[in-house]
Nanobody, 120 residues
Framework: QVQLVESGGGLVQPGGSLRLSCAAS????????MGWYRQAPGKQRELVAT???????NYADSVKGRFTISRDNAKNTVYLQMSSLKPEDTAVYYC??????????????WGQGTQVTVSS
């Protein structure tokens, strides 16, 4: 089992910045990739950014150039630095950890979510 605890959400003005943190504990040795997803009211949860154990990153087109995902392996923590925030970035942000058992078989773990609101 993997436990994920997020922090860093809040209210920020358009154009502002915010950093989210996600601390992992438990069977962290089994984690192959971690990432951030978000869900806005009335919408499906969508991928924001992911980072593999080897450090490869992937971003949604809507956040490329504005968000940066990184990890501190010593602290078992993943970060999402968000800049140039827009009102459409408003959502609950969820930390995700994924363990692969085969190419098409994996297990996802989720944090409790943290609210990010971009508004003036």
């Amino acid at each position: 089992q993997v436990q994920l605890v997020e922090s860093g959400g809040g209210l920020v003005q358009p154009g502002g910045s915010l950093r989210l943190s996600c601390a992992a504990s438990g069977s962290i040795f089994s984690i192959n990739a971690m990432g951030w997803y978000r869900q806005a009211p009335g919408k499906q949860r969508e991928l924001v950014a992911t980072i593999t154990k080897g450090g490869s990153t992937n971003y949604a087109d809507s956040v490329k150039g504005r968000f940066t995902i990184s990890r501190d392996n010593a602290k078992n923590t993943v970060y999402l630095q968000m800049s140039s925030l827009k009102p459409e970035d408003t959502a609950v942000y969820y930390c995700n950890a994924r363990t692969y058992y085969s190419a098409n078989l994996y297990q996802d773990y989720w944090g409790q979510g943290t609210q990010v609101t971009v508004s003036s």
